[in-house]
């Protein structure tokens, strides 16, 4: 199974809109250098510190697509608040498994559920709509640098 990366998201502080860059560097242990959880700034971090389900999120765009059209929304990557934005790949069996994303490794720890949070930013379809859908939470086992458009593959 083979997907790409279609946007690389990070924000520096908790609530800050997340923004795109070409490129990124992930750090094994840490996340990605610049992002909110990298400094510890994210919503969650006081909770989740060390934890390496909290490196690095991703979310399918096709899942993206799919709840504007049942709901006439336009959300993008952004409003997700997910790092990576994929494509032809499907992250729920990655879960478990180690893949790679040009020369970086990373590892599915668990799905990115929809939150309260996160509800509350988007609205409560978000609960109704992307359960199961709402991406993936990885740990970065080999760190690099990785570009839009780079391969994904497990």
């Known amino acids: 199974m083979n997907g790409i990366i279609k946007d690389i998201l990070t924000a520096e502080h908790s609530g800050d809109r ?6 990124a560097t992930l750090e094994a242990g840490k996340g990605i250098v610049g992002d909110r959880y990298y ?19 991703l979310i399918e ?3 993206i697509d799919e709840f504007n059209a049942i709901t006439g929304h336009h959300y993008s990557g952004h409003d997700f608040r997910r790092n990576i934005v994929t494509q032809g790949i499907q992250l729920n069996e990655l879960v478990g498994k180690s ?3 040009g ?9 990115c559920e929809p ?6 930013r988007l609205g409560s379809e978000v609960m109704d709509y992307m359960v199961h859908k709402a991406g993936l939470r990885a740990q ?12 994904i593959s497990d």
């Open 18 to 23: 997340l923004v795109s860059s070409p490129t």
């Open 140 to 151: 970065i086992i080999h760190g690099g640098e990785i570009h839009i458009s780079d391969f």
């Open 61 to 63: 765009q096709e899942k």
């Open 103 to 111: 020369n970086v490794t990373l590892k599915g720890i668990r799905l």
């Open 99 to 101: 893949f790679s994303i």
């Open 39 to 57: 400094s510890s700034q994210g919503t969650f971090s006081e909770h989740m510190q060390n934890q390496p389900d909290f490196e690095v999120s």
């Open 115 to 120: 939150c309260s949070y996160l509800s509350a």
